[in-house]
């Protein structure tokens, strides 16, 4: 006797809640991955899972085993040319003849358990327990961006569409209304009819019951002529294409590329634009990036000779600042557009620049701009720009930050003290 | 064996493409069946047979292959580790699983041909089916009707010591009991079958009373100098080491509160309900292959299955009972498959074809009646006995089973039997202590609870041929039983009554240090 049950349409995340627990409990291994493996992507690759690697001996379930040593026979298959009493070397590991059964409790500890994060839960890994600041400003976008809606019941439309209750309902009113008069006729000659049959017959009343008769059945043959469902009854499902509001983000990469600012200098920088640059994406349905680079003069480049081309020269802050201020301008109108700039540069200014730099930034770049954060690449003490952009901050804390990076080290928590969720702005 | 002029005419095939459908199942669960009972009289549990998909498997997998269970990060890794080789193809799913309950559950897997299910049914359906119900061990220790009632009780409670304590504190008590699973069985005296219903309610008396008890025990101990105990030699307690740790904690534990009882005693139970499977995978494997194999063979010398049909049947046979030898890459050790289907095939040539070796080896069952012999096996023996008793030389010849001896006096290792005269005992012998589960772990009891002393627990780890523990991890468990017993614990390495070893945690603190 055996009953045989489709299971198959049953949930099949039954392992949901554990697989939450199990990365809820190595939580601080997977964010030391996901902090690796932001130091090693390229900017806009982000946009998948990571590998993450533990330890196993980080995650062994502990049970008593034996450990090598003593004295132990194992019995294995496949024997070739062994003979009775014949002595072989140990193999190396220790482990008795070739890799026992024992060795899988044993060799464990040397493997590495490698599991995938998907991309979601990479980035709220990675993300956890941020916000962008001053997010709030949609808008409208053409034509591109829009989803289908239901649009209502209309009288026009192809028959896959077709409503049918609503058909129906149609069809039902149409025979009724175009019935009413005939029926309500119908009505008050049938009450008469019946009356007359209760009284006493005479010839008069014979031939006024035939008329009626006559009367009857003819008008009940107009009611039953009635189409049941006409063409003008049907009705379709309509649906519409509603624009959404699409909120998109330009995020303006700018970096000194002065002769001070090493390789390593522009690696930290790099990989603090890639955080931005992936945290606005997260936030924003559409992201835009401009990459601006200056030494005395700026230029809008692309991302591979932003970060990879290398120029020296002096330093004039502002000219990167002036160019953006441009660009914004021209493309990227700000009732339009969210505008996050991140600025980095080891602080190396001409000394008379950097009040022209706070200028610009206050008057024309600031007010644009959702956020604008400046980091300064430098070990040493700093230098003219921070001062005066300190200043800045203080007159304008929302919207203006700034912090130093010292080291690799340093890139994330940085990234994290900027966009810390903060308890004020909610 | 009946011989083939009494057999029917051959019948048509039940299907002749690799479709599988519900009605092709229903039929096929019939027509093997029917071979299953009548023509071998297997002896079974109702199936419920449920088709799921991959990923349910994969669910399936990580829950030990339990319906329901109760959450725990543990699982959600082996879920993760599964899913992540499936993923990547280093691993195809199992094609079954089956659990041992009334009804017997089997998982039939979607993506399988109609072969691949038929195999799956006389493997799971009827070979384990019939093996839960007839094995001896089985009869003993587990209650097939109740265990998923069990399951749902042990998942509740759970969740509502979650709600009432927190995930943390109720995740931590897992993990201590988790790692103590293997020390939480009986070996020798039948456990109380477990009814869901009756648990709950006796649940909540045994949280009132077992509190009492408890502190009457830890009540026991006297005001008196700290010194006095050393010099009178008390009874100790335990009077007898105990075997089951778990047990003892559950019971004795000085500290626990009585949800943290209950949920030993879960772990317990459920450690309890996987101890015969655990010691009868060869057999059971062996039993389950060697049904699918006979019963799927019937069926094809019936009409009922075409040749096209037995050949996928067979390639994939061939790949479960495979044992590549010991220096090969694939080589982890010996596969039960291999080594159960192998020495249930030989015990039937032996009854039914039996040799000049077979009558000196095997005088009670060389030409007995095949099918009641099996049964026989089946049902009296668990690995170790099973492989002692019934362990062929043909089987060690057609393995080349040999033996090495690991002795780290030694600085070579040396061959101590191979597959002939001088070595077929030797072999057998040895085999067979390697499924000793006793052997095969550690031998690990409570040794003394220092009830008038300082609380502290003492283990002994018997060393058996001067095997000692892994430290660290033996460390690392002892850091939960920590957990549980909430005082000192130690645990000693003796051989010949020796104390040659000594663990503690917390790591040995001056004497001084006693709390108040």
């Known amino acids: ?426 | 064996m009946a011989d083939n002029e009494t057999r029917p005419r051959r019948k048509a095939p039940l299907s002749e493409t690799s479709e599988w459908n519900f009605d092709l199942i229903a039929l096929y669960d019939r027509e093997i069946a029917r071979i299953a009972h009548e023509r071998f009289g297997l002896d079974t549990f109702p199936n419920q047979i449920e088709v799921i998909s991959s990923e349910q498997m994969m669910d399936a997998y990580s829950s030990v292959g339990m319906p329901v269970g109760y959450n725990h990060w543990s699982f959600g890794k082996q879920f993760v580790e599964v899913e992540n080789l499936y993923r990547r193809g280093q691993m195809g799913l199992a094609y079954e699983i089956v659990i041992n309950s009334n009804p017997c559950i089997a998982y039939l897997m979607e993506e399988n041909t109609m072969p691949m299910q038929a195999l799956v049914i006389a493997h799971a359906c009827y070979g384990h089916n019939s093996f839960f119900k007839g094995n001896y061990l089985f009869r003993t220790w587990t209650d097939a009707s109740a265990i998923i009632d069990y399951l749902v009780f042990a998942r509740h409670y759970i969740a509502e010591c979650e709600e009432r304590h927190g995930v943390n504190a109720v995740e931590q008590m897992l993990d201590s009991c988790h790692a103590l699973m293997n020390y939480g069985v009986d070996r020798y005296k039948r456990p109380y079958p477990i009814s869901a219903e009756t648990e709950r309610n006796r649940q909540q008396e045994r949280e009132a009373s077992l509190q009492k008890q408890v502190s009457e025990l830890w009540k026991t101990f006297p005001e008196m100098q700290p010194d006095i105990r050393r010099r009178q030699p008390t009874q100790r307690y335990p009077s007898e080491p105990q075997e089951n740790l778990l047990y003892f904690i559950e019971k004795n534990a000085p500290l626990l509160e009585p949800w943290q009882r209950e949920i030993v005693r879960i772990v317990r139970k459920m450690a309890q309900y996987f101890y015969p499977q655990r010691q009868t995978k060869v057999m059971n494997e062996g039993w389950a292959t060697f049904w699918h194999y006979t019963l799927l063979h019937e069926m094809y010398d019936e009409g009922l299955v075409t040749e096209g049909f037995m050949l996928e049947f067979l390639q994939n046979h061939a790949q479960v009972v495979y044992q590549p030898p010991f220096d090969s890459p694939m080589y982890s050790g010996i596969n039960p498959y291999a080594l159960g289907f192998a020495m249930f095939r030989d015990l039937r040539r032996i009854c039914e074809a039996p040799t000049e070796e077979d009558n000196i080896w095997f005088p009670e069952i060389a030409g007995s009646d095949w099918l009641s012999t099996l049964k026989f096996a089946m049902q009296s023996f668990k690995d170790e006995s099973f492989i002692q008793q019934f362990l062929s030389p043909k089987v060690i010849r057609d393995l080349k089973l040999f033996a090495v001896l690991d002795d780290d006096a030694e600085t070579h290792l040396e061959i101590r039997a191979i597959h002939n005269e001088r070595g077929y005992q030797q072999v057998r012998q040895l085999l067979s202590e390697q499924y000793n589960l006793s052997i095969h772990e550690p031998n690990i009891q409570v040794y003394e609870a220092a009830v008038r002393g300082d609380r502290s627990l003492t283990l002994q780890h018997v060393r058996q041929d001067r095997r000692p523990l892994a430290r660290d991890k033996a460390a690392d468990v002892l850091r939960h039983l920590h957990r549980l017993w909430q005082f000192d614990v130690h645990l000693e390495s003796v051989e010949d009554g020796r104390v040659l070893e000594r663990l503690s945690i917390p790591a040995a603190a001056p004497e001084d240090a006693d709390p108040a």
């Open chain 1, 1 to 426: 006797m055996s009953f045989i049950v489709d299971r198959r349409l049953n949930g099949k995340n039954k392992s949901t809640v554990n697989r939450q627990r199990f990365l809820e409990r190595y939580r601080e291994h997977i964010r030391d991955a996901v902090d690796t493996a932001v130091n090693q992507r390229s900017i806009r690759d982000m946009e998948r899972g990571e590998r993450i690697i533990i330890p196993r001996k980080d995650l062994s379930e502990p049970q008593f085993h034996h450990g090598h040593g003593g004295r132990r026979s194992v019995v294995h298959p496949g024997n070739r040319e062994f003979q009775q009493g014949d002595t072989i070397a140990r193999p190396p590991g220790g482990g008795g003849g070739g890799g026992g059964d024992q060795a899988s409790d044993q060799g464990e500890g040397l493997d590495d358990f490698a599991f995938e994060l998907d991309p979601g839960e990479f980035l709220n890994f990675l993300f956890e327990g941020l916000a962008l600041p001053n997010l709030v400003k949609r808008q409208l976008l053409g034509d591109t961006h829009s989803r289908i809606v239901h649009g209502g019941i209309v009288s026009q439309g192809n028959p896959s569409k077709i409503n049918i209750v609503r058909s129906m309902r149609q069809a039902s009113m149409r025979r009724r209304a175009l019935s009413a008069a005939a029926r309500r006729r119908l009505r008050d000659l049938q009450s008469e009819y019946d009356a007359l049959l209760e009284q006493e017959q005479t010839i008069a009343r014979q031939a006024r019951l035939g008329e009626l008769k006559e009367q009857i059945e003819r008008l009940e043959r107009r009611i039953k002529g009635i189409p049941y469902l006409d063409t003008v009854d049907l009705r379709y499902n309509h649906t519409v294409r509603q624009p959404i509001p699409m909120t998109r983000a330009v995020m303006f990469c700018i970096m000194d590329v002065s002769g001070s600012m090493s390789q390593e200098m522009k690696d930290l920088a790099k990989r603090f634009f890639l955080l931005l640059y992936l945290f606005l994406q997260r936030n924003y349905q559409y992201t835009e990036v401009v990459f601006v680079r200056h030494h005395t003069s700026a230029r809008e480049v692309d991302e591979e000779e932003f970060f990879y081309s290398r120029e020296t020269g002096g330093t004039i802050v502002s000219s990167a600042l002036r160019l953006t201020a441009d660009i914004i301008r021209e493309r990227y109108p700000e009732d339009r557009w969210n505008i996050y700039a991140a600025q980095a540069s080891d602080g190396d200014n001409w000394n008379d620049d950097s009040p022209a730099c706070t200028r610009i930034l206050q008057e024309e770049l600031l007010p644009k701009m959702q956020y604008f954060s400046y980091i300064e690449i430098m070990p040493r003490r700093h230098q003219a720009l921070w001062n005066s952009y300190m200043q800045l901050q203080q007159s304008m804390p929302g919207v203006f930050a700034l912090q130093q990076i010292e080291g690799p080290g340093d890139i994330y928590p940085v990234f994290r003290e900027l966009f810390r969720k903060r308890l004020e702005e909610h």
